[in-house]
Antibody, heavy 117, light 107 residues
Framework: EVQLVESGGGLVQPGRSLKLSCAAS????????MAWVRQAPTKGLEWVAT????????YYRDSVKGRFTISRDNAKSTLYLQMDSLRSEDTATYYC??????????WGQGVMVTVSS | DIQMTQSPASLSASLEEIVTITCQAS??????LAWYQQKPGKSPQLLIY???SLADGVPSRFSGSRSGTQYSLKISRLQVEDIGIYYC?????????FGGGTKLELK
């Protein structure tokens, strides 16, 4: 059974940093691209970043480019999202998702990030 | 960015009723369209990909179709377990974008 378990969320002040992790199991992690998708409170879904199966390629939405870094450790079957210079508009539930080519076929349960002073 | 305009924003329907949700793409995305279902308090689940293909385990009462740049999700006979929010997503080009969602409730 595919499982994706996010961790590392919490309350952080504007301008500070936070690092999210996503532990994967139930599939060969190194064979799949992975992504982060977020959902602001009572809002819709927003793609944040994507990384290729081997970590060689990364893609970001413009609003997080230069502030967020997606990475992975295939030996540990873990996906990461380093979030720097956080803003109030980054407040959201962050989901880790497995990529089936360009689709999100499995999602984690999500982790809440609140950016507030 | 490709805009995905989803309608209606909310929908109230009776059990066994036919339900249709639409998504209008701002430009040609071919068949690079997926639908997701998010049940209350849960994470989204892939429902349909490639405009018409059902994901594993999805009941056959769900179907997808396309007319030009307008995409539709149809539930042929609404069941209690279908309640939730539905999102379309274009996978034609980055940034991948989602529709605003359709909240489906029971009448």
């Amino acid at each position: 059974e595919v499982q994706l378990v996010e961790s590392g969320g919490g309350l952080v002040q504007p301008g500070r940093s936070l690092k999210l992790s996503c532990a994967a199991s139930g599939f060969t992690f190194s064979n799949y691209g992975m992504a982060w998708v977020r959902q602001a409170p009572t809002k819709g879904l927003e793609w944040v970043a994507t990384i290729s199966y081997d970590g060689s390629s990364t893609y970001y939405r413009d609003s997080v480019k230069g502030r967020f870094t997606i990475s992975r450790d295939n030996a540990k079957s873990t996906l990461y999202l380093q979030m720097d210079s956080l803003r109030s508009e980054d407040t959201a539930t962050y989901y880790c998702a497995r990529l089936l080519y360009v689709l999100f076929d499995y999602w984690g349960q999500g982790v809440m990030v609140t950016v507030s002073s | 960015d490709i805009q995905m305009t989803q309608s209606p924003a909310s929908l109230s329907a009776s059990l066994e009723e036919i339900v249709t949700i639409t998504c209008q793409a701002s430009q040609n995305i071919g068949n690079w369209l997926a639908w997701y279902q998010q049940k209350p308090g849960k994470s989204p689940q892939l429902l349909i990909y490639g405009t018409t293909s059902l994901a594993d385990g999805v009941p056959s009462r769900f179907s997808g179709s396309r007319s030009g740049t307008q995409y539709s999700l149809k539930i042929s006979r609404l069941q209690v377990e279908d309640i939730g929010i539905y999102y379309c997503q274009q996978a034609s080009s980055t940034p991948w974008t989602f529709g605003g969602g359709t909240k489906l409730e029971l009448k």
